[in-house]
């Protein structure tokens, strides 16, 4: 999923700039074939419950490396890193709802919109007003998200929830914008995950929708998407943005999208028709438009 922290680095390069970027390829990837296994696996598992595993799994792994934090951990600390996870826990619930009701190259393409949204809210919460190439990638990202997704005139309910996953995506990024300057990243992100964890149970025993995973792959898919793609992940992103340029960063992140669509078509079948692969490109594009700073180099 396209994440969180925007954190500004010097673009130096060295090998350990090159370990992280590698690393944060290597999890892009990984969240690309999350979509598919994710979608696979709710055929047997409500969004609560599933979301509940992957989180408690990523709690339990995470713990370890945060317990001497917690224990000179502050109030503000919890009021921080709740407020971010409730919000967060918002995005993964109506992703990992909408995963089920479409397919997974979709919910791949448009949970990307996360970044196209992210400079409009900081409009409103931190007042800051979007650059033109933001409100161009804005108008190039609802020409594609219009041509990946509007068949025979009508919309699907499952890339309406994920739309509104990229709507809260977004928010938690200027959620942690707000809160993280003040508060250890490691913590904080510990913090987010029990969280999400903690409403997902909540959610799904509430709901009467707890079950066991009946087959391996679903728990292959719980285990893998908890370690590596929750409590790995966000250390090795938080670990890429503090050694490279935020550009670089943005560009490794605009490939999430892309490997979604690839796992999709590999391995769940997706077939997209040439309407909605230009409505994906033009997604990728407004991506890029919005995140990158393209400069003219005068020779």
């Not at 317990?67 to 409730?86: E, F, M, P, Q, V």
């Not at 826990?89 to 397919?103: D, E, M, N, R, V």
């Not at 509430?206 to 998407?225: A, E, K």
């Amino acid at each position: 999923m396209v994440s969180a922290a925007r954190v500004a680095g010097l673009g130096l390069s060295s090998k350990n700039e090159n370990v992280w970027v590698l690393a944060l390829i290597a999890v892009t990837v990984l969240w690309g074939w999350s979509y598919t296994a994710i979608h696979q696996a709710l055929v047997e598992l409500s969004a609560s419950t599933f979301n509940a595993y992957r989180f408690i799994v990523g709690a339990i792994v995470m713990l370890p490396f945060v317990i001497k934090k917690l224990i000179h951990s502050t109030r503000l600390d919890w009021y921080a890193g709740s407020y971010a996870g409730l919000v967060l826990f918002l995005a993964f619930t109506f992703q990992t709802s909408g995963i089920a009701y479409t397919t997974a190259s979709n919910a791949a393409f448009i949970t990307g919109l996360a970044v196209i949204f992210t400079p409009f809210l900081a409009k409103i919460f931190l007042k800051e007003s979007p650059k033109r190439q933001q409100i161009i990638g804005a108008v190039l990202a609802a020409i594609g998200l219009a041509m990946l997704t509007i068949k025979n005139f009508s919309v699907h309910a499952g890339d309406t929830l994920i739309l509104a996953c990229a709507v809260f995506t977004a928010l938690h990024i200027i959620v942690l914008a707000k809160v993280s300057k003040n508060h250890d990243v490691a913590l904080l992100a510990f913090i987010q995950v029990l969280v999400v964890a903690l409403l997902s149970l909540l959610w799904a025993l509430v709901s009467g929708q707890v079950t066991l995973p009946r087959t391996p792959q679903s728990y292959s898919t719980i285990v893998i998407t908890g370690i590596v793609g929750t409590a790995i992940a966000y250390f090795v992103q938080t670990k890429a943005q503090v050694q490279t340029a935020p550009n670089k960063i943005a560009l490794i992140i605009v490939l999430e999208p892309v490997f979604g669509g690839l796992f999709g078509y590999l391995l769940a079948g997706d077939r997209l028709t040439t309407v909605n692969m230009f409505g994906a490109l033009f997604i990728i594009i407004a991506m890029v438009t919005t995140e990158l700073k393209l400069r003219l180099i005068k020779t």
